[in-house]
């Protein structure tokens, strides 16, 4: 599902600072925060948590890790990255939480619902929209009319003086007017709900992830998944992913560490092949030689295993060289580059002429903000896929994207990319699954803020798959509008 429109990030989040077993004044302040969890949970006395020890503690947080991996083969999840084997980051520090307005400006008037120096903030929306080809067929494409009611709840709550609890829960239902059949009875659940545990102590972060989500559409957004899903009009599939980021921030030199579970399976038989399992390695180092320039090394690794198809089971590795420049506030590049091996473990596909492939990865982005009204983003990028028809999904993009704020309400964001797409295992495997294919997205979206409870949002998106296969292209036309409310 697409967020409701204006709302921000926000996810279940339990973090600590300065964690630090050695100190007694980090130990008052990391007990302190327990206290305040035990408080808003109900689960024990002040007087109990005060007599905790360390050693007790550690085994908390052990069992709290071990808790955190047992998830893991229950569901599923992460954002785009995770489908290229790869994690997300490209170098620099972890993710900063910043917490709602409200704590920000020292009160609680940015809560729907206050609760104490924390709070619950609550938005519900509808949205119209009409598909002009539902199953994403070449031919005979068949249209209809989408009524999708939807919600998103985020709860914020201060522990202590360093430590929260954040909560992030969006929801929405897809009613098909004329294709019935499609209507599954489920909600879909967004892809952005986590928990997570963060623990600092001196130099160094430890941050403890799980993320879940339930997603029924085949086709491609922004940032999103790409499946090469055609002639369908669901794919019901579950997501779910969990570990741990270390990092190390110097004053001049950020060092990160990392290590995710990921599984991937289908609702069904039909693509149970899509259903996977990888374990995920990252690391990345990264020193700033001045306010402007920032370089560095990145690495990552992937084992990657398929529940029904063997034969697709590879490892992969990648390292090269990174490149940040803040050239000023308004003007930010990226560039980065590298080596690529791509293995499979299977000795049933060598007969085929698969074998190891060596390649790269590259990316080159810019953000430019231009004033207070415009800004515009360019990226280009090559990377290697996880394919679900083949062994890899090798793709090149162009993304273009262009924000234009004529006032405090109105806000239009037009965006076109490109993207062409080789899914195969190797120029060397000529009997198996290849496919070659050129996928365009664009389209803009307008929104209009009418007062601080009341907005709107009209979106058209346009899709294009032309593929060498015949009969596994498609065009797509997306129409929809949007009204929230914010409690």
């Known amino acids: 599902m697409k967020r409701i429109a204006g709302q921000p990030k926000r996810s279940l989040r339990i973090y600590g600072d300065g964690v630090c077993l050695r100190s007694m004044s980090t130990w008052d302040q990391f007990r302190e925060g327990i206290e305040g969890l035990a408080k808003v949970l109900g689960l024990s006395s002040k007087s109990r948590i005060t007599n905790m020890r360390p050693r007790f503690i550690k085994r908390i947080v052990i069992l709290a890790v071990l808790f955190q991996f047992g998830i893991a083969g229950y569901g599923q999840g992460w954002s ?76 914020f709550f201060p522990i202590g003086r360093s430590n929260s609890l954040n909560l992030d829960l969006g929801l929405a239902y897809y009613d098909y007017l004329k294709n019935t059949s499609l209507n599954t ?83 069904g038989s039909f693509y149970n092949y899509v259903n996977h399992a990888s374990e995920l390695f990252d690391a990345n180092s990264m020193y700033a030689f001045s306010p402007l320039v920032t370089a560095g090394l990145e690495t990552a690794a992937s084992v990657n295993n398929f529940d029904h198809r063997s034969m697709e089971d590879n490892w992969r590795v990648r390292m090269g060289p990174a490149l940040r420049l803040d050239v000023s506030q308004f003007f930010k590049v990226r560039v980065g580059a590298g080596y690529e091996r ?5 000795g049933s596909v060598k007969p085929f002429g698969v074998h190891p492939d060596d390649t790269y990865y590259a990316y080159a982005g810019v953000d430019h903000t231009i004033n207070r009204v415009f800004s515009h983003s360019l990226e280009v990028s090559h990377d290697n896929q996880i394919g679900i028809n083949a062994g890899n999904l090798a793709g090149t993009h162009v993304l273009y994207a262009f924000f234009w ?73 997306q129409v929809s509008l949007e009204g929230v409310y914010q409690f």
């Not at 579950?238 to 921030?249: K, L």
């Not at 791509?342 to 299977?346: A, P, Q």
């Open 80 to 155: 785009s990255g995770w489908q290229t084997g790869w994690p997300t980051t490209q170098g620099g520090p972890i993710e900063t939480v910043i917490p709602p307005l409200g704590i920000l400006t020292g009160g609680s008037s940015r809560y729907n619902f206050p609760l104490g120096p924390g709070g619950i903030n609550f938005s519900a929306g509808f949205r119209a929209l009409y598909v002009d080809n539902v199953f994403l067929t070449q031919t005979d494409a068949r249209n209809d009319f989408v009524l999708i009611p939807e919600c998103d709840l985020g709860a």
């Open 342 to 346: 791509i293995d499979y473990d299977s």
């Open 185 to 267: 009875g489920a909600p879909v659940i967004s892809p952005d709900s986590e928990i997570a545990f963060h623990i600092r102590t001196g130099d160094f972060t430890l941050r403890f992830s799980e993320s879940f989500s339930y997603q029924e559409s085949p086709v491609y957004d922004e940032g999103a998944e790409f499946f090469n899903i055609y002639q369908a009009a669901l794919f019901r599939h579950y997501e779910n992913i969990a570990g741990i980021t270390a990092t190390w921030n110097l004053p001049d030199l950020v060092t990160e560490f990392g290590y995710h579970h990921d599984d991937l399976w289908s609702d």
């Open 405 to 477: 704020r004529p006032n405090h309400q109105a806000t239009l964001s037009p965006h076109v990319s490109s993207h062409w797409f080789d899914e195969s295992f190797g120029s060397g495997s000529s009997s198996l699954y290849h496919e070659r294919f050129t996928y365009v997205l664009g389209g803009f979206s307008a929104r209009y803020q009418w007062d601080k409870h009341w907005r709107t949002t009209l979106s058209w998106d346009y899709r294009l798959k032309d593929s060498d296969i015949e009969g596994d292209g498609y065009g797509q036309n």
